[in-house]
């Protein structure tokens, strides 16, 4: 009876240690879960946003703010004080930018112009090559979004100008025209011709189909064709569509072409520097004809 009553004492002592074993295990285990729940909610408080308002007050983004607003009697608010507008105003004049023009002075031509016709009084007759002019395929330019005109703060009169800040491809323009659909272009030294149409500038250079960047003078014909006069490539005609050469590389010895002009017959001219002038004569197509040359040889007072 002994041994028996001994035994079951010893099992009962094992079974409370394994019971207080496990409750301890237990209650760490708790524990431990409650620290990982204060810690994320440590870390998700963290990620939250703040802002600063002007005031210096912290606030948390993403929570609604509740607003309240306050409403204030009529009854309780002073009424507006009334100042009469004195009658004796002071008035300035200002500055109209209107000049008045000195009086020019006239000189009456003389009757007496010398005429020279080539062909008479050992004048040689002009040299006239028939030639094709070269089409090149257009590829129209990306408009780029282009501010308006300005004016200068201090500017004496209404002179408004457009720069390389503004749009422009470059600073140095030798010609402009206003063409017959309301744009306007520019022939510049250096970054070819470009067009602007009041919102946005389109630049033309060689990489669009221009013969040349250096572009002098601009013109527009009864056909609705811009022809531009260059530094070293002669004329190049654009219809929308594509350009048309007519320079050295196709026999047509002009280059340097400072002007451009259609007479009455719907022939050509171009001026140029140092070779006189250019009369052409197209054919019907207008790709080719014939060029005659006119210089200082021919009765012309230089070149």
Same mark, same amino acid.
């Given at each position: 009876? %002994?041994?028996?009553?001994?035994?079951?004492?010893?099992?009962?002592?094992?079974?409370?240690? !394994?019971?207080?074993?496990?409750?301890?295990?237990? @209650?760490?285990?708790?524990?431990?879960?409650?620290?990982?729940?204060?810690?994320?909610?440590?870390?998700?408080?963290?990620?939250?946003?703040?802002?600063?308002? %002007?005031?210096?007050?912290?606030?948390?983004?993403?929570?609604?703010?509740?607003?309240?607003?306050?409403?204030?009697?009529?009854?309780?608010?002073?009424?507006?004080?009334?100042?009469?507008?004195?009658?004796? @105003?002071?008035?300035?004049?200002?500055?109209?930018?209107?000049?008045? !023009?000195?009086?020019?002075?006239?000189?009456?031509?003389?009757?007496?112009?010398?005429?020279?016709?080539?062909?008479?009084?050992?004048?040689?007759?002009?040299?006239?090559?028939?030639? *094709?002019?070269?089409?090149?395929?257009?590829? *129209?330019?990306?408009?780029?979004?282009?501010?308006?005109?300005?004016?200068?703060?201090?500017?004496?009169?209404?002179?408004?100008?457009?720069? !390389?800040?503004?749009?422009?491809?470059?600073? *140095?323009?030798?010609?402009?025209? !206003?063409?017959?659909?309301?744009?306007?272009?520019?022939?510049?030294?250096?970054?070819?011709?470009?067009?602007?149409?009041?919102?946005?500038?389109?630049?033309?250079?060689?990489?669009?189909?221009?013969?040349?960047?250096?572009?002098?003078?601009?013109?527009?014909?009864?056909?609705?064709?811009?022809?531009?006069?260059?530094?070293?490539?002669?004329?190049?005609?654009?219809?929308?569509?594509?350009?048309?050469?007519?320079?050295?590389? *196709?026999?047509?010895?002009?280059? %340097?072409?400072?002007?451009?002009?259609?007479?009455?017959?719907?022939?050509?001219?171009?001026?140029?520097?140092?070779?006189?002038?250019?009369?052409?004569?197209?054919?019907?197509?207008? @790709?080719?004809?014939?060029?005659?040359?006119?210089?200082?040889?021919?009765?012309?007072?230089?070149?």
């Amino acid at each position: 009876m %002994r041994v028996r009553t001994y035994q079951l004492s010893v099992f009962k002592f094992f079974i409370r240690t !394994l019971s207080f074993i496990g409750l301890l295990s237990l @209650l760490i285990a708790c524990s431990q879960a409650s620290k990982n729940s204060e810690q994320n909610s440590i870390q998700k408080e963290e990620k939250r946003d703040y802002v600063i308002s %002007r005031f210096g007050d912290t606030i948390q983004t993403g929570v609604p703010i509740p607003i309240e607003g306050i409403v204030i009697n009529p009854d309780s608010v002073a009424p507006p004080e009334i100042v009469p507008i004195n009658k004796h @105003l002071k008035e300035i004049p200002i500055h109209q930018n209107i000049y008045p !023009l000195d009086n020019t002075k006239k000189i009456e031509a003389s009757d007496n112009i010398a005429i020279a016709k080539p062909g008479e009084n050992g004048i040689p007759l002009p040299k006239s090559i028939e030639a *094709q002019g070269k089409i090149v395929p257009v590829i *129209q330019p990306t408009p780029q979004p282009a501010n308006s005109f300005s004016m200068n703060d201090n500017a004496k009169y209404d002179i408004r100008y457009l720069d !390389l800040k503004k749009g422009l491809s470059s600073e *140095q323009v030798n010609d402009m025209l !206003l063409d017959s659909r309301g744009h306007l272009w520019f022939a510049t030294m250096g970054g070819g011709v470009s067009r602007y149409d009041g919102t946005t500038i389109s630049h033309f250079t060689e990489q669009h189909g221009l013969s040349e960047n250096m572009a002098h003078c601009i013109y527009e014909d009864s056909k609705g064709h811009i022809w531009f006069g260059t530094e070293s490539k002669g004329v190049s005609r654009y219809d929308g569509e594509k350009f048309t050469y007519f320079n050295i590389e *196709q026999g047509i010895d002009i280059n %340097r072409v400072f002007s451009i002009l259609e007479d009455s017959n719907g022939d050509y001219w171009f001026g140029m520097y140092g070779k006189g002038l250019c009369h052409f004569k197209p054919n019907k197509d207008g @790709l080719g004809g014939i060029f005659t040359y006119y210089n200082k040889e021919n009765g012309l007072p230089f070149n």
